[in-house]
């Protein structure tokens, strides 16, 4: 036990042992709700113009990568200066030892982190993140009395189940054509597809939707889904 204690206390290990004691306060913090695990993602990508991902380490947090980067650079520096203890060099030589081994604890952390967020990166990759043209094609139900060219909202609920009320437009007819339809006019509680997104105007446009023209399976009269009907005998 002292002599794990002296080489913890000994350059290079007591650099990354202070190292450590900062990361385990982090992540008690974390715990307890005090601070966020991924708090400082986007101030390295913001702030720095660079993020993980420039050193190897893209796919994993920031605070993640560098949690584990002290902690095997520790271990290994501890490792190392336990066999510089057994040595038992003195005076200069141990010192470009001590560095040696600083340099390699490094060098180790590093290509461990990397390896580890490779295969993290390989069997979780990474989702796109949400965005507002995942609605399109998806079926929306009108909420406002009516919808223009300039008004409209309706509600639609995406992949997750989750429901969002949205700024929808309907293309207005040219004057050539013929009156709208009943059907072809949304009103509130109307069914609409939501079948282009307007980036500039952030809506999207909607038309009326016919359930009957969906192309999804249908049940056949008497059967069930793609089976024949029973015959009579």
Not at 30 to 37: I, R, W
Not at 56 to 62: H, L, M, T, Y
Not at 180 to 197: C, F, K, N, Q, W
Request: net charge negative.
């Amino acid at each position: 036990m002292g002599e794990f204690l002296d080489a913890a206390l000994s350059f290079p290990a007591v650099i990354f042992g202070a190292a450590l004691v900062v990361v385990v306060g982090f992540w008690l913090l974390v715990l307890v709700g005090a601070a966020d695990q991924n708090s400082f993602d986007s101030d390295v990508s913001t702030g720095s113009g660079a993020d993980s991902g420039s050193v190897g380490f893209g796919g994993v947090p920031v605070t993640v990568s560098v949690s584990l980067l002290v902690l095997v650079a520790w271990f290994g520096s501890l490792s190392g200066t336990v066999l510089l203890h057994q040595v038992g060099a003195a005076g200069a030589t141990r010192a470009v030892l001590a560095v040696a081994v600083l340099l390699g604890s490094l060098l180790l952390a590093w290509g461990a982190v990397r390896l580890l967020a490779h295969l993290f990166r390989r069997y979780f990759p990474a989702e796109p993140p949400p965005s507002r043209k995942d609605f399109v094609g998806r079926v929306c139900t009108i909420r406002t009395g009516s919808v223009t060219a300039v008004f409209g909202q309706a509600e639609v609920a995406a992949a997750d189940g989750s429901t969002a009320v949205v700024q929808v437009r309907q293309a207005p007819r040219g004057p050539h054509l013929a009156a709208p339809h009943a059907e072809e006019i949304l009103v509130r509680g109307s069914t609409g597809l939501l079948y282009a997104y307007d980036e500039e105007g952030e809506f999207f446009w909607v038309s009326p939707y016919d359930a009957a023209l969906d192309p999804g399976p249908k049940e056949k009269p008497g059967g069930l889904l793609g089976l024949p009907e029973a015959g009579d005998g």
